[in-house]
C-alpha cells in the first residue's frame, strides 16, 4: 500500500513544484531552466542507442568522471545522456562532458512523467550514482526491459534507519534494480538488508577519478599569487562551518603570516561568505580577482569553480569541510589523492569508511570542533616533516582503493550482454 501513498504524495505536492524550482532559481538560476524537463518534457533525443547515467548532483557527477570514460571507450557506437535533479550537477557535467554527451534533468518521480523519460530516450542501459533511489523510475524502467545499476551505492546506518521506516516501498524498489555495486561490504549488508536482490561489492569510484591534466599549472598559479606564505586550505565549507573556523582564529591565530583559504561548497554561497568576513573586517582577496594577496590580508575566498584539485595541491594543510558541522563530509580521496595533508571534523558518514581507513593510515587527522581544527592546523603548519609523511600517506591511500571501475564496467558488460 506504500506505492500508491507515495504516488499520491507526489501528486499533492504538484502545483508546489514549480514554485520550488522558482524560490531555489533566486540564488541559482538554472533551476528556472528546462522546467518541462521535470515533468518528462524533452527535445529530440540523440540518434542511435542510448546509455543513461544520472548523477543527482556536483558530487556524483565528479565521481563518474572514470566510468563515463570507461563507458565511452566500452560503448563507442552509443550516445550518453546524463541527468541530474540540481542545476550544480547539470553545469559540472556540461564542463566535464559538454563535448559528447546530452543533458537533461531527471523528471519527478510521477509515474507518468518517468514513463515518457523511459519512452523518449529508451536507453539500453541506466546507471545510477550513489543512493538516488526512485521506485516509480526504476519500475517504470523495469517494465520497459530497460535494466538499471545502482553504481558505486552506499547506505549509511543513518539512512538504513530512514528505509527501515518505509521498508515495504524501499525492498520493491530495491529489487527493481538489476544489480547494485556497494563502495563496501557494510553497505552491501545494508543494502541487501532492505531488500536489494543482487549486491556486489565493488569498491569506492572516487578512488579512481585523477586530477585534471592543469591541475599542476593551475596550483602553481594559486601559489604565485599567495607569495611564500603557508597555506590553510577549508574546503567545501558548509553553512555555519564558516564561521566557526572564524571564531577559533579570532581566539587561536594561525603562525604568522599562515594565510587562510576558503571555499565554500555551493557557489550560491560565495556572497554570503564575502559578506562575512566584510562584518567581521578581515581583508580578503577573492579568487575571481586573480591579484597577488597583499601582505597584510590574512584571507582569500576561492570562489572559482572546477578548481578543487588545485586548491588541494596548493595548500600546506586541507581542512575537507562538511565534517565539523553535521553534513556527513565531503570528498576527502579527492584531498588525498594530490598529496594535502587533511584535517577532518567529526561528521564523517558519507565517507565514513574512507575516513577511517585515512585516519588509520595517517593521511588524515580527525579532531572534535574547531578549537581542535585550528590547533592541528597550526601544529602542521609548523612541522613540514609531518605534512610530507601525510601526504605520502594520503597517495599510497589511494593508490591502494582503486578499481572500482573495473569491476563495475565488468557488471555493465554483464547487463548489456544480457538483453
Request: hydrophobic content about 50%; some cysteine.
Amino acid at each position: 500500500m506504500l506505492r500508491p501513498l507515495y504516488t499520491l504524495l507526489w501528486h499533492l505536492a504538484l502545483p508546489l513544484l514549480p514554485l520550488r524550482l522558482w524560490w531555489r532559481g533566486r540564488r541559482e538560476p538554472g533551476y528556472r531552466e528546462s522546467i518541462g524537463e521535470r515533468f518528462g518534457r524533452y527535445g529530440p533525443p540523440p540518434a542511435g542507442p542510448v546509455i543513461w547515467l544520472h548523477a543527482v548532483s556536483l558530487g556524483e557527477t565528479r565521481a563518474a568522471q572514470p566510468l563515463v570514460r570507461a563507458l565511452r571507450s566500452r560503448f563507442p557506437d552509443h550516445a550518453l545522456v546524463v541527468t541530474h535533479m540540481t542545476a550544480t550537477g547539470r553545469e559540472a557535467a556540461r564542463s566535464l562532458y559538454g563535448d559528447f554527451a546530452t543533458f537533461a534533468f531527471l523528471p519527478y518521480d510521477l509515474p507518468w512523467a518517468v514513463r515518457r523519460f523511459v519512452a523518449h530516450f529508451r536507453p539500453q542501459l541506466g546507471v545510477v550514482m550513489e543512493t538516488e533511489v526512485w521506485p516509480n523510475l526504476v519500475r517504470a524502467c523495469r517494465a520497459a526491459g530497460v535494466p538499471v545499476l545502482l553504481a558505486n551505492a552506499r547506505l549509511s546506518e543513518k539512512s538504513a534507519r530512514g528505509y527501515a521506516r518505509v521498508a515495504t516501498l524501499a525492498r520493491a524498489a530495491l529489487a527493481d534494480f538489476a544489480a547494485i555495486g556497494a563502495q563496501t561490504a557494510a553497505d552491501a549488508e545494508r543494502l541487501a538488508a532492505l531488500g536489494a536482490r543482487t549486491v556486489e561489492v565493488t569498491g569506492n569510484l572516487k578512488f579512481d577519478v585523477t586530477p585534471p591534466a592543469d591541475t599542476e599549472a593551475r596550483a602553481a598559479a594559486l601559489r604565485a599569487l599567495c607569495g611564500e606564505r603557508a597555506v590553510f586550505l577549508a574546503a567545501s565549507t558548509r553553512e555555519g562551518e564558516e564561521a566557526l573556523l572564524l571564531d577559533a582564529l579570532a581566539r587561536a591565530p594561525l603562525p604568522a603570516g599562515a594565510l587562510t583559504v576558503i571555499v565554500p561548497r555551493h557557489p550560491q554561497r560565495f556572497d554570503e561568505v564575502a559578506e562575512l568576513l566584510a562584518r567581521r573586517g578581515l581583508a580578503f582577496v577573492r579568487r575571481s580577482e586573480a591579484r597577488a594577496v597583499p601582505a597584510d590580508c590574512g584571507f582569500v575566498l576561492g570562489d572559482s569553480m572546477g578548481e578543487m584539485s588545485a586548491y588541494y595541491a596548493a595548500a600546506d594543510v586541507a581542512f575537507v569541510g562538511g565534517s565539523l558541522l553535521p553534513f556527513g563530509a565531503q570528498n576527502l580521496i579527492e584531498a588525498c589523492a594530490v598529496g594535502a595533508p587533511v584535517l577532518i571534523g567529526p561528521s564523517t558518514y558519507n565517507f565514513t569508511a574512507a575516513a577511517a581507513e585515512a585516519v588509520r593510515c595517517g593521511a588524515a587527522v580527525q579532531v572534535e570542533d574547531a578549537a581542535g581544527l585550528v590547533r592541528e592546523a597550526a601544529r602542521l603548519l609548523a612541522d613540514a616533516g609531518a605534512r610530507a609523511w601525510m601526504g605520502e600517506a594520503g597517495e599510497g591511500f589511494c593508490a591502494a582503493h582503486r578499481g572500482a571501475t573495473a569491476r563495475t564496467m565488468a557488471i555493465v558488460t554483464r547487463l548489456v550482454a544480457d538483453r
